[in-house]
């Protein structure tokens, strides 16, 4: 089954960031499915993908992001 991880994302503050930062996520391997909420400046992220791949990526694109529980 797919995992679900969260992420208190930093550095958001347009609808173009959430679009940057969801392209960054779809792009790391095993990632099935992404929502971005800038309100929430959370991510939700389904699949297999590694978490230390997923903040990488994120980092990469100029923001920031740290795993939930
Ligand atoms: Mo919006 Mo975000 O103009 O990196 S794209 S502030």
Not at 10 to 35: F, H, W
């Amino acid at each position: 089954d797919d995992e679900s991880l969260s992420f208190l994302l930093d550095g958001m503050t347009c609808a173009s960031c959430v679009s940057k930062v969801n392209k960054a996520l779809l792009s790391v391997d095993g990632v099935e499915n992404v929502r971005v909420n800038l309100a929430e400046r959370s991510a939700l992220v389904t699949g297999h993908a590694s978490p230390d791949a997923l903040v990488a990526a994120v980092e990469k694109a100029g923001y920031g992001a740290e795993l939930i529980q």
